[in-house]
């Protein structure tokens, strides 16, 4: 949820810090804060706010040239958006500085232990228990020993519940960060005489490509010259060495006035690369990460497609595409809720996680219930070396490259892709579908990143539509088929970055209720269904088009091009090109992305940083 940045090196640290915070803040813009060890002092700011409170701050302070620091960009959990509750948090000497990620569990019950010591707090955070422990523990290991803070580390994170990903500096160590994780993201990047620590390879990819991945529960010391991983009780540990594919180039604006306009920009480039070395030219896919045998895929007779926001959007989809050409039956399930209701699991059961991040942690528990419950597990992310992933047992990376805008786009078109690929190699490895019939859909999905390159063009029009609904009050979403989806994906995205009302329906369910809420102006945007194929779902729509147009709605249909029927309902009509029925959403969603993104922008909202919001969600 928040952003975490550690450094040691030759360099000023304060610049690396904040360099790495810049690429981190969309984690998390509640405040921001740095702790920098300097000529043997600990000097800490923080404020309440977006990162550049911070940086005003320390446009004040003069030198600073020491080389060894963390800093931290926050989403509140435990306590307000205030300065006092801003990290770095110091221990009671104020000798050593603390940042955090994640929830302590038990930090009620560790705080008042330690204020029946006689320790005084001054925040309201989780993070504060950990600062007083860990001084408590520094003190009491020996001095003599070299990995004295390292020792402290292991101590206190034995006795911590819940997910955290901490780092530390002491004062009397200036050349050493000290870095824990359990449940929460963190990753080392390896450079010469100068190391790394950080929630995002993005902070340090300036600086290095090279990353090594840390397992669950390890504690790792960081100096400029070594990088030292144990496990919570001091056993060696390795972590695992990886070149990251991309630069920092990738993960800025590149001239666009946001990054999400970037991010939608990449998408045919996204798209290809996710279908990159998986399709051969005989018409077969090849999925070499899978790690599932034919049989283990011949014995599957259920799948469960597991996901949050906009992860559950394309679950949904997947559920189209892998019933329609396996025959399997497929539930989709919200995460946070999955492992509660005790679903009915098995060697059979397929599980798909769906997570760009690879660290949300309510699809991590539900992997984990999965898991326990022997079901093979497979993990369709875009982070490699996330949790997600290091716990499946099957993996297909999306390879979207970083995705810096809060509110995804190109995440949700590469891992409807990436469940497009699990389908039809269930179907191939099953021998549902005849060769010729995996051939046309694999032909179909070449196409598909051209396909969306021609939508780009053809966006105009809803930037148009875009500054003429800035002040409405709500926009309705209907969809059929695969649209469904893809009309929950558009109000989600609306939400997310308008602060609108915005709601998506199944367009048949109109009747049922959602219809009440038509009046005069009401804007509902339509997502229509080609007329070729299935034709009797175009004919229900343009009949529900008719039906919210004869209340007074304002419609907005969305249809390929050459669909004429549509014309006489339409009050404002946005093309895409003609593909496949159940790859339509790699098409009809970009429209509803720039749609939200230029409300918003309209609005004057933060497009990229929206309120309340953050990047990924590493909390319950």
Known sequence: MCGIVGYTGHRRAVNVVMDGLRRLEYRGYDSAGVALLDAGELVVEKRAGKLANLTEVLSGHSGLAGSTGIGHTRWATHGAPTDRNAHPHLGA????????????????????????????????????????????????????????????????CQRLDGAFTLLVVHSDQPDLVVGARRNSPLVAGRGDGENFLASDVSAFIEYTREAVELGQDQVIEVTPQAIVITDFFGAPAVGTDYHVDWDSAAAEKGGYDFFMLKEIAEQPQAVADTLRGRLTDTGEVVLDDMHMSPRQLRDIDKVFVIGCGTAYNAGLIAKYAIEHWTRIPVEVELASEFRYRDPVLGPNTLTIVISQSGETMDTIMAL????????????????????IPRESDAVLYTHAGPEVAVASTKAFLTQVTAVYLVGLYLAQARGVLFDDEIGDIVAALRKAPEAIAKVLTLMDPVRRLAESLRDADQVLFLGRHVGYPVALEGALKLKELAYMHAEGFAAGELKHGPISLIEEGTVVVVTVPSPRGRS????????NIQEVRARGARTVVIAEEGDDAVVPYADELIRVPHVATLLAPLVTTVPLQVLACGIAAARGNDVDQPRNLAKSVTVE
């Open 368 to 387: 984990r219930h999965a898991s326990e419950q022997k079901a093979p597990v497979l993990a369709i992310c875009n982070t490699i070396g996330s949790t």
């Open 536 to 543: 009797v779902l175009h004919d229900k729509i343009v009949s």
């Open 93 to 156: 000497d104020g000798t050593l500085a603390v940042i955090h990620n994640g929830i302590i569990e038990n930090f009620a019950v560790l705080r008042r232990e330690l204020e029946t010591g006689g320790v005084t707090f001054i925040s309201e955070t989780d993070t504060e228990c950990v600062a007083h422990l860990l001084g408590q523990a520094y003190r009491a290991v020996s001095a003599e020993r070299s990995d004295r803070l390292a020792e402290a580390m292991r101590r206190v």
